[in-house]
Each structure stands twice: as C-alpha cells, then as structure tokens.
C-alpha cells in the first residue's frame, strides 16, 4: 500500500500534479507512488479516460516500470510510438503519441513517477519541458519529505564556488544554428517579444537575454551588426559574472546555447555593456544585457519596462493558477463526497480547452472554456446534490431541481469579476442549438459560444466516462450519436472539432 494521506495532504498532491497541465499543458498526468510491496501504485490522476488503460499498479515488467528505471535520474520523453520499441505497445494501446516520465527520489531511492501525457494544441514535449518537469519534481520531493512517507535524504556535501570569479573563456561558446529552447517559456515569449521592439531603440548596438536553471544557459542576441568573438566573449563574461554573484552555479560549456539575430535598429557602436537581473531565480534566472554608446540613458528604461513585463507575466500566469485552484474550492462539498464530480468536472474542461484551442480562441476566453468548463456543475453544490446528481429515471420534482443549476452555478461565480462572462458561459451550458434547452431557451448563435463548446465537451464526457452515471461507450459511437444530434442539441460546426480534437 502507498502512504496513507489526510485530505489536505491529498489535495496538496493533487494541486502539484496539476502543474502538468498548467505548465506542461499535459492533457493528462497520474502519480505513482512506491508502495510497501516495492511496486508503484496509482496515487492520483486527472484526464485519463476508459481506453487509456492506466494501470493501478506498475510492477516488474512493465514497460514504464522498464522506462523509468533506465531514466530514474532525470525526466525523459518519448514524442511518438515507434521511437521506444518497449513503449510502442503501451502507447498504441491507449492512442498516446507523446509520453514524458517524471522519476521522484528520496535521496537515492526511487520512490515514485509521474506519468504525463498528450499536451495540448498537439504539441510535442521538448527540452524546454524538461526543466519544468525537474521544478515539478523537486515539488513533489519535497511534499514527500514533509509527509515522512519515505524518510529523509542524507544530506550530501555541497561543492564550494568562487564569488564573482568570471568563468574561463573557454566556457564562452560560439554561435549555433538552432534557435533557443527556452525554461518557462510563458514568460521569456513575454519578454523576447518585448525584447525585439525594445532593441530597435536608438542607442541600442546589441541586447542579449539569457535565462538558466544552473544546469543549462540559453541566450538570445539581438544586435545591428554581426558580433565578432572579442564582442561575443565580451557579452558572455560579462553576463557570467553578474550570474555567479548572484549565486548561480554555472553550467559547462556543452550546455550554453547562444542564437544570435538581426535586430533592424541603426545604432552600430559597441562601447559599454550594462547587465541586469530581471529575475533572481530559483528555478529560473534571467539577465538582460546591453550594449550601448558610452554615457547612454537608454539602459535604463529598457531595463525598467523589461522587469516590469516579466512582473505582468508573471502575475498573470499566478492569477490563471489561482483561478483555477478556486475553480477546485468552489466544486467543495462535492468533490469531497462525490469524486466522480471532480473528476467529471477536470475531464469536460480538459476537453473543453482543447475544443477552445482548436477554435483558435484568444487566449483570454480558451481560458474563460477552461474555467467555465470546471465549474459548469457548480451550482449542484446549493442543490439536493445527493438527490438529484446522476439520477437514472427522475421524477418532475427532482428534474425541475436538477434543471436549476445553471442559474444558481451562474450566480454563485458571478460576483467573481473573473474576465470575461464566466457567469453567462455556466448559465447557458445546458441551452439547446434548436432553442429545447433550458434555463432561457436561447436557440443558435444566441447561445454564447463558450456554453456551447461546454455543452458539446460536458455530454462527450458522459457518454464516454467509465465514471459516467450510464454505461459507457466507444468514442466512436459516442460521435456517431452526437453528430445525429448536430443541428438539433448541438451547433452544427463545433461536432467535426470535438471529432478532430477526441481523435487527435
């Protein structure tokens, strides 16, 4: 058996497992944990369906059991079926194509994984979601110590590192032909995109933003003219020694990437280089330097709108988290005494975003989906929950109960000043194409369009869902019975996106 958990420690789980949909944009992720028989059972999940057969225990002999020991110190991924003969079976099994393996120690015991799937918009897992998976671990670690499941590492010796001391040149590497693969790349896309406008400043010659974990460096220069490898050194030292005295271990030499870009301004002189941190890390720091005419102000200001939107970036990534936490909060009591509610609930705004992405939606209103797509079943809470939720065969009383919710959800949500009509998308979730729906018997393109990609993703999940209040059925089927519907319950153009993204 694995480690038996108070609720708050197994929400504490749960909120960290999460972080691979909100920073891995994994479509789905499960923990494993060491159990006292040695194998690693099944401690919690989101997003797994019925065909993605995952396993309540991992033993000797399968193949992730496999995977994970030959990758126990470091997170690995795999981008399609046939690039891991042992892994081929398993993935075509459960119609997986992108797979990444987060091992979790204690010390040098292998006490856990974290097995994450499928991220969003069909993207593959890169490097960069490498470094996100280390941060996610080290969580997950900690959380682990803190609950003295597995005892606690022995302490090892920490090498010692010169203060300031510039690194030699041979750390200094040339350019490469491959572009940056950024850590945390929701905030350097914030900051290279403002970094471009930024570097066309009158009085920029060369701007140069690097960001490390201290394991890896990645640099992106823009400048007017090709640097030559005195100015190139000169930009790498200079950046080195502000990183080692802030702290941070530098990597070797093989794990510095450097890309270098025009950047389409028209200062041509190289005379003084300014350095700043624009964040002081862990996990990650990043640093911008530039290099100007002597005696120039325009450091100064570039430095200052460079911070603060790294802060902007930052805060809106912390506000999307929390949002979505206090999503999880509101669902109480009944995630707690009904758990097919959660996780109904995780499974119809996992889809619901990727509908949302699909639909090529801004990024504000597929996170309005995302939101609105968790909390669609919120007012249940106000309701005769265990009563009315999953009734097979309800009488008048117990459906004109059951058809209140939207309303109160929508009341409950609507003092939230959430950005966007949260309110409007959960009140009209259970509206129809053909105008038989309720609570308003709106009709057509009268029906906001987040409620309807809601209400497509909310009936998918319950006629697919092994959790589902009725017998589930294939994906197939279930798509066959909602395009016969396609024109009547559901708008017409949003049935061959929900196909294309279940398919995908």
């Known amino acids: 058996m694995v480690p038996s958990w108070d609720s708050e420690r197994q929400l504490r789980a ?25 194998s690693f059972e099944l401690a919690t999940s989101y997003g797994f369906g019925r065909r993605d057969t995952l396993p309540a225990t991992i033993k000797s002999g399968h193949p992730l059991w496999d995977w994970v020991r030959r990758n126990r110190t470091a997170p690995a991924y795999v981008n399609g079926p046939g690039e891991v003969a042992s892994l081929q079976e398993l993935l075509e099994g459960a119609g997986t194509s992108r797979l990444l393996t987060i091992p979790l120690a204690v010390g040098s015991r292998l006490v856990g994984l974290v097995d994450a799937r499928d991220k969003s918009r069909k993207a593959q897992f890169g490097p960069e979601d490498l470094i996100v998976a280390k941060s996610i671990a080290q969580a997950f670690e900690s959380f682990l110590i803190e609950t003295g499941a597995y005892g606690r590492p022995a302490q090892a010796p920490q090498p010692t590192q010169p203060a300031a001391q510039v690194p030699p040149p041979q750390v200094v590497i040339p350019p490469r032909a491959e572009g940056p693969s950024f850590p945390h790349r929701w905030i350097i896309e914030e900051l290279t995109s403002l970094l471009r406008a930024l570097s066309r400043l009158p009085g920029v010659a060369a701007a140069a933003l690097s960001v490390t974990d201290s394991r890896t460096v990645r640099t992106l220069v823009l400048r007017t003219t090709p640097l030559d490898q005195q100015r190139r050194e000169a930009l790498a030292s200079h950046q ?9 271990r530098l990597p070797p030499a093989n794990r510095w990437g450097w890309d270098e870009q025009d950047s389409s301004g028209g200062e041509t002189r190289y005379e003084e280089i300014r350095t700043a941190v624009l964040h002081p890390g862990p996990p990650v720091w990043v640093v911008l330097s530039l290099v100007t005419p002597t005696g120039s102000p325009v450091a100064e200001v570039v430095f200052a709108a460079a911070a603060r939107q790294l802060d902007l970036a930052r805060l809106v990534r912390d506000y999307r988290r929390a949002a979505r936490n206090l999503a999880r909060v509101l669902l109480e009591p009944g995630e707690t005494a009904f758990p097919h509610l959660r996780q109904h609930s995780q499974s119809t705004s ?63 949500v609507e003092a939230a000043e ?19 729906g309720y609570p308003q018997h709106l009709a057509g393109r009268n029906i906001p369009l987040p409620s309807r990609v809601i209400h497509i993703a909310e009936v998918y999940d319950v006629l697919t869902s092994p959790s589902s209040y009725r017998r589930p059925t294939t994906r197939e089927a279930a798509l066959e019975v909602m395009r016969a519907e396609a024109g009547k319950q559901f708008d017409p153009e949003l049935i061959p996106v929900l196909a294309e993204v279940v398919r995908a």
């Open 418 to 436: 959430f950005p966007g009509d949260l309110a409007g998308a959960i009140r009209c979730h259970h509206e129809r194409w053909d105008g038989a």
């Open 240 to 248: 080195s020694r502000t990183l080692l005295e802030s702290g941070v």
């Open 14 to 38: 749960k909120e960290i497992l999460y972080r691979c949909m909100e920073e891995l944009e994994a479509t789905k992720a499960a923990l494993f944990l060491e159990s006292s028989e040695g």
């Open 350 to 412: 996992e889809l619901g975003q990727r509908m949302a992405a699909a639909l090529h939606f801004a990024e504000d209103d597929e996170e309005l989906v995302t939101v609105a797509a968790y909390l669609h079943d919120v007012g249940m809470r106000e309701l005769e929950y265990s009563r009315v939720y999953r009734m097979e065969r309800p009488g008048e009383q117990e459906r004109r109960l059951y058809q209140r919710h939207p309303a109160v959800g929508a009341r409950i």
